[in-house]
Every structure is written in structure tokens, then in C-alpha cells.
């Protein structure tokens, strides 16, 4: 085996105790090995073996996780951008993570249900998922550093105009009942947490990333190998443990990606008529393929109530749509 990549890491263990490791990508006859390998003085103390296959791209999945899994430890390597990726974050960057850092730890948990109390209320007042209100760090945001102004609100990360004119009003009745602590500008949150507990969570943050990162290309090898073999959209949710919704969101990446799921569409058509794929393929070239609702509705009616819902039915548009943008990728969008 042929070794492509070394490099030697680094950490502090016990009383001021420096321990070694060596992280290495070997190849052979086209196999890719990764492993990681623990040394105590000059001696080795064990060997793991990361990633064994054929996959370049796996491979380097499943060596960004784990190298972000260590590094979360407290190992810190010799030669830097380990990641192999573009990871130089600017000084704005580095900002909007240290608050991020600080509200996920010294957020105020009552003023932080209070939010996610009133994001319940309006987004079922306003027919809205709540995430499209205020994601979870945003709130924790808020609740960390009680803003009492529109100005203070807008030094947030996450917080536009739009959001601030929208919902500050009601962010604001909240935070200003409560004392804080620190005021604004933010600048002294960079003085106040401990750099070495923010460099760790931040490779925390980096194994999260790349743990989806590796499950989403796992599930699209899976369902590649399905659809393949002709299995529908059943036997790809048994098989990779999914939703219907969310198999269909991979096919529609796979799709994009030059990939063909033609085998699966013919499987999952096949009984529906000629004349009702006609009228949908016809609505898409009348309306456009940006949105489904208005497809449905003119091929089926604004009343259309099936008995078993209507999801069945947005599977066949999004199905004929993957057809069609094959076919016409150069006349999609929105019609005039």
C-alpha cells in the first residue's frame, strides 16, 4: 500500500502529559485505506482503520467526520488544513461564531421557552412552518443577549430588516422585561469565553456537518443501487430508512447531478393514464415548474379532496417534473 497522506497530531492528556497520533490515507490498486494511529512516547498503542472502499469522495466523508470527532478532543495536527476544503474564516465569521458559542451557553433558558412559546403561537396564527419565523439559534441568540432596541436587535446575527420589522416589536415586549448583565456592542464576548472550550465546540459544530454529510452520501449510494435494481418508492423507503418525501428530495438531487431515475419514474407511472401524464406534462409547460400547487390545481381542480390525500399526487407531479426537466431543461422555470 502506497502512502498518499500523513500527518501527525497533537494533544495535551493529564498534567501537562503530550500525546501523538498520526492520521494517514493509503491507496492500493484503486482501494482507499484511512486509518488513525495512537502512539504513547515512541511507542504505538493502537491502530484504527477509518474507511476501507473504493470511494474517493466516501472516503473523504467519512475522514472529515472523523478528523472533526478527534479534534472536538483536543487534538490539534502539525500541518494545518486538514480539512481540505476552504476554511479560512474571516474575521466577521469568527465573530458570528463566538456569539453563536456564547448564546448555546449562557442563554437565558426562561426567556428562551418565552420565544419558542410565541414562535408557536404565530406560526400557527400565520400558517407558517416555525423555522421559516426564527431558527433555534436565533432565539437562543436573542435570549442570550436581551437586545432592547430595533438597533440592538439588527447587530444579531440572523436578524435583517425584514425579520426586525416583522417580529422585533415582539421580540423586544420579551427581552425588555428582563435584566441583563452586558449591553451593546458585542465586542466583549470575544474577552469573555475561553478560546480553547470555543475551538473545541467549534470542531463539534464541523462534526455535525460532516456526520450529515456522510449520511446523505450513504443514502444516495443506497438509493442509486435501488432504483438500479427497479425497486419503487416503497421498497427505496424500507430500504434506506427514510421518508417517501425525503427519497424523493435525494432522486431530485441525483437528478440534478446528471444521474437518471428513469427506471424508478417508468415503475412509479406505470399506472397512471397516458391522458393524465399529458395534462400534467401540459400544465408544467402553461405554468411553469417552479411551484406544484397551482400544477395540481390545474390538472385535477381547486376541490380535488382525494379520499387519501394528496400526497400521492404531488409524488406523480415532482416524478413527471424530473421528466421534464431532462427533457426541456431550457424551458422551465416560470412561463410568461
Not at 207 to 236: A, D, F, N, P, S
Not at 316 to 322: A, E, T, V
Request: with cysteine; net charge negative; proline share 3%.
Amino acid at each position: 500500500m502506497q502512502i498518499v497522506f500523513m500527518n501527525r497530531l497533537s494533544r495535551i492528556s493529564g498534567v501537562d502529559q503530550e500525546v501523538f497520533a498520526q492520521l494517514w490515507i493509503g491507496e492500493e490498486e484503486g482501494l482507499w485505506r484511512l486509518g488513525w494511529r495512537d502512539f504513547s512516547g515512541e511507542q504505538e498503542t493502537g491502530d484504527s482503520l477509518w474507511y476501507e472502499g473504493g470511494s474517493w469522495n466516501e472516503m473523504l466523508c467519512v475522514y472529515r467526520h472523523e478528523l472533526a470527532v478527534k479534534m472536538g478532543d483536543g487534538y490539534r495536527p502539525l500541518i494545518d488544513g486538514v480539512f481540505h476544503e476552504e476554511d479560512n474564516l474571516s474575521g466577521r465569521s469568527q465573530e458570528q461564531l463566538k456569539l453563536q458559542y456564547y448564546s448555546e451557553h449562557y442563554g437565558n433558558e426562561a426567556v428562551f421557552e418565552e420565544l419558542c412559546s410565541w414562535r408557536r403561537g404565530k406560526a400557527s396564527s400565520e400558517r407558517k412552518a416555525p423555522y421559516i419565523l426564527a431558527s433555534n439559534r436565533l432565539l437562543r441568540m436573542i435570549s442570550a443577549f436581551l437586545p432592547r432596541t430595533p438597533e440592538e436587535l439588527l447587530q444579531l446575527p440572523g436578524v435583517g430588516e425584514g425579520k426586525a420589522s416583522q417580529y422585533g416589536a415582539d421580540w423586544l415586549s420579551i427581552t425588555s422585561a428582563v435584566e441583563r448583565e452586558h449591553d451593546f456592542p458585542l465586542s466583549w464576548v470575544n474577552h469573555t469565553i475561553d478560546e480553547e472550550s470555543f475551538v473545541s465546540w467549534h470542531y463539534k459544530q464541523k462534526e455535525l456537518k460532516y456526520k450529515k454529510q456522510l449520511e446523505r452520501l450513504r443514502l444516495r449510494r443506497v438509493l442509486l443501487q435501488g432504483i438500479e435494481e427497479g425497486q419503487g418508492m416503497e421498497q427505496l423507503t424500507a430500504l434506506s430508512g427514510v421518508s417517501r418525501r425525503e427519497v424523493l428530495e435525494v432522486v431530485e438531487e441525483l437528478e440534478k447531478d446528471g444521474y437518471s431515475a428513469e427506471k424508478l419514474i417508468a415503475f412509479e407511472l406505470s399506472e397512471v393514464t397516458s391522458e393524465e401524464q399529458n395534462n400534467i406534462w401540459t400544465a408544467y409547460e402553461l405554468i411553469g415548474d417552479n411551484f406544484l400547487k397551482p400544477v395540481l390545481y390545474k390538472v385535477y381542480g381547486e376541490d380535488f379532496a382525494p379520499a387519501d390525500g394528496l400526497d400521492l399526487y404531488y409524488e406523480r407531479l415532482r416524478l413527471i417534473r424530473l421528466r421534464i426537466r431532462r427533457e426541456q431543461p431550457a424551458t422551465l422555470g416560470m412561463a410568461t
